[in-house]
């Protein structure tokens, strides 16, 4: 399981992912402090995408991607809920 190189890459393989197979995917935030890394794995299982980082201005990328791919979740679940 390779890590990506660039956030761009990442963020826009991770957003295919989940919107490909939305009830199957899963994202997993986990830092180390002592390495100072903070790593993001988005995973359905048959795909894994991982970034590492230890620079405090990806921290608010991954933010913002954590936060996009929540708000995807959360409309999902609403909108399958207004059609029963």
């Known amino acids: 399981m390779p890590y990506y190189q660039t956030w761009e890459e990442f963020a826009r393989a991770a957003e295919k992912l989940y919107l490909t197979a939305p009830m199957k995917v899963r994202v997993v935030l986990k830092y180390r402090h002592c390495d100072g890394n903070l790593r993001i794995k988005v ?42």
């Open 43 to 84: 995973t359905d299982d048959a795909v894994c995408l991982q970034y590492k980082t230890d620079q405090a201005q990806d921290v608010k990328k991954i933010e913002k991607l954590h936060g996009k791919l929540m708000r995807l979740m959360v409309s999902k679940e609403s909108g399958a809920m207004e059609t029963d």
